[in-house]
């Protein structure tokens, strides 16, 4: 009789034992996090220089001929592009659908901020532009290449070494038109109008990211970018989150929201949205969805 | 609909162009320039995305009374900085530093600003910081 009893308690403390350590293996990177740099003021600028953000990321890409001349040719439309703007023959800017940006660009260069949340078979990684990475840490493989296409953020797979997730992505495409077909970009954003560099991967890029907590208010992500298509060697970047300061939750952005922006006699200009807005007098329930309003 | 990021991703907007998380509220409207300030009476504090926006009224020198609409970054944005909702209310007295339009429209973008109590406004930087954009 006793023996049973034993039996099922030495299970049941087996089971829960697993199951605890499973979990306190798991760090603790709750809260929101935000790229040091990468983040915006209240008129939407950056905050660091182009200087410092090359510096924090270890930019430095060791371009091939190939992918030398790639960036050259696409800096030399951009500085025609952009000449057409400031002359006025271009409104400059586009619009977009969506608050994609893709990986690695979520990781190294976005304004927005993000929830990391480990758990033993699977750490998810959320952005507030609802973009949302899966780094599946059960021992899997990558997924056969019959049943892999590319995406904007690409297939993870990770594990940990101690409290550091090791994470290996392939199959990543550039959720951005207007780039060299086929290419990655990654691209570095200064604080100035006009303060950035870019450079382009290949297809076959393959990126391994060691992300673990320096200290309690910051996550670091060690990135190293594998594309001998591309590059001449592997590409070592670098880039800190720090915690939201003012902010205990997420907070979405809304993509969705309505042309504030819109082209006039080939132009921006700007429409600001009605008072019945949050924070200002609330809309009614009943109101007809997708009918213009005029400003007040 | 626009995108909803920042004025200092223009250029790289400039390149990657529909179907962009760059591809967002072009900001080229704005005179980059220029930095007018503006002093006036908040009409409404319009915590909208994409965007959130001040409808400031401003006197002229003549008496008349103008609305001007001060475009900001994204409620996603401003709350990380520490603004709310109800940081501005109607009836504020505020000063603006703005890049006003290029139209001649009477707005502009968002720079930094002294609210009602003569304090900077959050995110204001302080000129040991110089201006952060």
């Known amino acids: 009789m006793i023996r049973p009893r034993l039996a099922l308690v030495a299970a049941i403390f087996l089971c829960c034992a697993g199951t605890l350590g499973a979990q306190t293996r798991m760090p603790d990177w709750s809260g929101q996090w935000e790229i040091v740099g990468a983040t915006p003021n209240a008129s939407g600028g950056m905050v660091q220089s182009l200087d410092e953000v090359l510096k924090t990321m270890q930019w430095g890409p060791p371009n091939n001929p190939g992918t030398q001349a790639i960036v050259a040719e696409f800096q030399g439309i951009i500085r025609k592009r952009l000449e057409a703007i400031r002359s006025g023959t271009d409104p400059g800017g586009a619009s977009g659908p969506t608050c994609t940006f893709g990986f690695p660009m979520v990781m190294l260069d ?18 507030s532009g ?5 780094v599946y840490t059960d021992g899997r493989q990558h997924t056969p290449k019959d049943e892999l296409w590319a995406t904007p953020w690409g297939d993870s797979i990770g594990h940990w070494e ?30 100035r109008l006009e303060q950035e560099v870019i450079t382009f991967l290949s297809p076959e890029a393959q990126f391994i990211e060691r992300i673990h907590m320096r200290d309690k208010d910051h996550l670091e992500d060690q990135m190293t970018v594998i594309d001998p298509a591309s590059l001449t060697a592997p590409w070592h970047l670098s880039r800190t989150y720090q915690r939201v ?10 993509c969705e929201g309505e042309d504030r922006n819109p082209v006039v006699n ?3 200009t700007i429409v ?20 213009p309003t005029a400003p007040n | 609909m626009r995108r909803v990021l920042t004025y200092a991703l223009v250029a790289i907007a400039a390149m990657l162009t529909a179907s962009s998380a760059f591809a967002h509220n072009s900001f080229a409207m704005f005179d980059q320039s220029k930095t007018v300030t503006i002093q006036g009476t908040v009409k409404d504090f319009r915590w909208t ?3 959130v926006f001040i409808q400031l009224l401003v006197k002229n020198e003549d008496g008349t009374e103008d609305e001007w609409s001060i475009e900001m970054t994204s409620p996603e944005h401003l709350v990380r900085v520490g603004w709310k909702p109800g940081t501005l209310k109607p009836g504020d007295k505020i000063t603006l530093n703005i890049h006003p339009m ?32």
Not at chain 1, 110 to 127: G, R, Y
Not at chain 1, 245 to 254: F, G, P, S
């Open chain 1, 245 to 254: 300061a003012h902010l205990h939750r997420m907070v979405y952005e809304d």
């Open chain 1, 272 to 291: 600001p949205p009605p008072s019945h807005t949050l924070g200002s007098t609330p809309a009614p329930i009943n109101a007809p969805a997708g009918q």
């Open chain 1, 266 to 268: 080939g132009h921006y």
């Open chain 2, 102 to 133: 290029h139209d001649g429209v009477k707005g502009g973008q968002y720079l930094s600003g002294i609210g009602p109590d003569g304090q900077p406004l959050i995110g204001t930087p302080t000129p040991s910081q110089g201006q952060a954009k």
């Open chain 1, 130 to 134: 609802r973009e949302v990475r899966h």
């Open chain 2, 49 to 51: 995305n994409p965007h």
């Open chain 1, 162 to 191: 101690g409290q550091t997730l090791v994470m290996d992505t392939i199959a990543v495409k550039s959720p951005f038109s207007g780039i060299p077909p086929g290419r990655i970009p990654v691209i570095a954003i200064g604080a």
């Open chain 1, 110 to 127: 976005s304004p927005l901020m993000f929830e990391a949340l480990p758990t033993p078979k699977e750490t998810v990684l959320i952005f």
